[in-house]
C-alpha cells in the first residue's frame, strides 16, 4: 500500500500570499495518477486537480499542480477567504488507493 | 449537471443493520463507476471501494473486505451502501462520488451521510 504523507500539517498565511502544500509518496505514483481535493467543513471534498497537474472543471487557475514519481506540489496562489480550507492528496495508480492525512490551510 | 444526493444521517445501536442509498442524476448512472469514501469524526479519507452499476462488479479495499457490502438498484439510478451488523467504530460520514472514467478519484461527490453507532 502506498503510504501519502502531507506537509505542513497545518499552514498559516494570508489572504494575498502563495500557498504551496506538498505530499510525498512511499512508492512511486504511477503514471502520476494523484489528485487534490479541498474539503471546507461540513461539507464533501471538491475536485481540484488529477493526473498530478490537470485542473477540474470550474477550477481558478490560481491552483496548479505539479510532480511526478514521489513528490508532488499543490500551489496556491494570491490566496482567497474562500481558500482556507483541509486539502486531501489522493494516489490511484496503485491499489488500494490511498489518502494522504490533510494540510489544514488557516488564516493567519 | 451531475448530482449526486444521499440519504439522510441515522442512529443505530450495535449489531443493528442499515443500507445508505446515494442517488444519481444527470448523467448516464450505469456508464460510471461509484466510489465510496469513509471520514471517521475529525479525521481523513479512506477509500472503501467502488461498485460499477451495469453489471455490479464491485472493488473492495482491504480494510473493508467483508465488512460492508455495496449495491445498485439501476431501475432508480441508486447506489447502496450496506451493513449486515454495525459496530461503534462504523461511526462515520460516508461520501459516495462518481469515479472519473479511466481514473480512480472522484469528480462528483454526494453531499455525505452521517452514520452514529451508539448503544
Known amino acids: 500500500e502506498i503510504v501519502l504523507t502531507q506537509s505542513p500539517g497545518t499552514l498559516s498565511l494570508s489572504p494575498g500570499e502563495r500557498a504551496t502544500l506538498f505530499c510525498g509518496a512511499s512508492q512511486s505514483v504511477k503514471y502520476s495518477n494523484l489528485a487534490w481535493y479541498q474539503q471546507k467543513p461540513g461539507q464533501a471534498p471538491r475536485l481540484l486537480i488529477d493526473?498530478?497537474?490537470r485542473r477540474a472543471t470550474g477550477i481558478p487557475d490560481r491552483f496548479s499542480g505539479s510532480g511526478s514519481g514521489t513528490d508532488f506540489t499543490l500551489t496556491i496562489t494570491r490566496l482567497e477567504p474562500d481558500d482556507f480550507a483541509v486539502y486531501f492528496c489522493?494516489?490511484?495508480?496503485?491499489?488500494?488507493?490511498?489518502f494522504g492525512q490533510g494540510t489544514n490551510l488557516e488564516i493567519k | 449537471e451531475v448530482q449526486l444526493v444521499q440519504s439522510g444521517a441515522e442512529v443505530k445501536k450495535p449489531g443493528e443493520s442499515l443500507k445508505i442509498s446515494c442517488k444519481g442524476s444527470?448523467?448516464?448512472?450505469?456508464?460510471?463507476?461509484i466510489g465510496w469514501v469513509r471520514q471517521m469524526p475529525g479525521k481523513g479519507l479512506e477509500w472503501m471501494g467502488l461498485i460499477y452499476p451495469r453489471d455490479s462488479d464491485s472493488t473492495y479495499m482491504p480494510s473493508f473486505q467483508g465488512h460492508v457490502t455495496f449495491s445498485v438498484d439501476k431501475s432508480i439510478s441508486t447506489a447502496y451502501l450496506q451493513w449486515d451488523s454495525l459496530k461503534a467504530s462504523d461511526t462515520a460520514t460516508y461520501y459516495c462520488?462518481?469515479?472519473?472514467?479511466?481514473?480512480?478519484?472522484?469528480?462528483?461527490w454526494g453531499q455525505g451521510t452521517l452514520v452514529t453507532v451508539s448503544s
Open positions: 489522493q494516489q490511484y495508480g496503485s491499489s488500494p488507493w490511498t
Open positions: 444527470g448523467y448516464s448512472f450505469t456508464s460510471f463507476w
Open positions: 493526473g498530478a497537474s
Open positions: 462520488g462518481r469515479v472519473r472514467a479511466g481514473g480512480g478519484h472522484l469528480e462528483y
